[in-house]
């Protein structure tokens, strides 16, 4: 039995795999929508070489359709995250499940980061991806957005201001640190006032039930009513009988807070990770305790 020709572009598109994950995850929030669009890479890529269409570079081109396929499933998505019930927050995901290509620079990987930079459009967001995760250069970013380099450099930079991206990464992640672990420390001490004194005034938690377990349904801002939040959610466990177990878990790169409730039958898990303003006290808080969110983790 002969065996079957060699592919270009299957040989090609299976090197560039981990990093075409990388860039779809980072611009989507969403690991499942990720592999998703991966797969239509392959598919694309194997219907242009059965066509003999011309490609320089299979690297090259694998990355722009995947960007391009990744900006109209933002743009595709959107509308159904407006009526997502409540905050729609990224899906997490167990640090040591990332392959190595996403997981080797962490650049715009956090939850936190990822939360904020859907505010920005996506070519916006596929500029900032490319650039600081991938080390792409304004033009060759420009010539898969079909931007000049000096648009792509504005789009980046208004990114990068929007996200206020830390510059020392190590320092940040100590700091982060020690941060929640006192956090949780004063959750599970009851204090109100302990919890206050570690937020900002002006603090704000999302918490993403999805519709499937109880959460926030709108954004909670400010410490005290963070607090109080928190503090409540502790106290109705208690009150059914379940105890809360809280452990460190690596999540997108960062260290974040695994709550697994117990003892009630419910099953019941948040994870929540932090972002720290310049002061060190906790500027924003993300709470995913959407079942289907947390199967990655």
């Not at 596929?126 to 648009?151: N, Y």
């Not at 919890?195 to 999805?210: H, M, N, Q, R, Y």
């Amino acid at each position: 039995m002969t065996s079957a020709p060699a592919s270009a572009a299957t040989d090609a598109w299976s090197l560039a795999r981990g990093r075409l994950l990388g860039i779809a995850y980072r611009m989507l929030g969403d690991w499942g929508e990720a592999e998703d669009v991966v797969s239509e890479v392959a598919i694309t890529a194997l219907a242009a070489e059965r066509e003999h269409t011309p490609v320089r570079s299979w690297s090259a081109w694998l990355t722009t359709v995947c960007v391009r396929r990744s900006v109209d499933r933002v743009r595709t998505l959107a509308a159904a995250r407006e009526v997502y019930p409540g905050p729609w927050l990224p899906e997490p995901v167990d640090t040591a499940r990332l392959p190595d290509e996403v997981a080797a620079t962490r650049e715009l990987l956090s939850l936190t980061l990822l939360h904020v930079a859907e505010q920005l459009t996506p070519e916006a967001r596929a500029a900032l991806v490319l650039h600081r995760a991938f080390a792409m250069t304004a033009p060759e970013i420009g010539e898969i957005l079909q931007r000049s380099p000096a648009s792509v450099r504005q789009l980046i930079s208004r990114a990068e201001r929007r996200l206020d991206i830390t510059p020392d990464q190590s320092v940040a992640d100590r700091a982060n640190r020690e941060a929640l672990q006192r956090l949780a420390d004063a959750v599970e001490s009851g204090d109100v006032a302990a919890v206050v004194e570690l937020l900002e005034d002006d603090a704000t938690l999302f918490s993403d039930g999805g519709g499937i377990v109880s959460a926030a349904r709108n954004p909670i801002f400010g410490a005290d009513r963070i607090a109080r939040f928190l503090l409540g959610v502790m106290a109705k466990a208690i009150a059914a009988g379940a105890t809360i177990e809280m452990s460190a878990v690596m999540v997108n790169g960062e260290l974040g807070m695994d709550a697994r409730r117990l003892g009630d039958g419910s099953g019941r898990r948040d994870v929540m990770v932090i972002r720290l303003d310049p002061s060190g006290r906790v500027r924003t808080l993300l709470q995913v305790c959407n079942p289907a969110k947390l199967t990655r983790i």
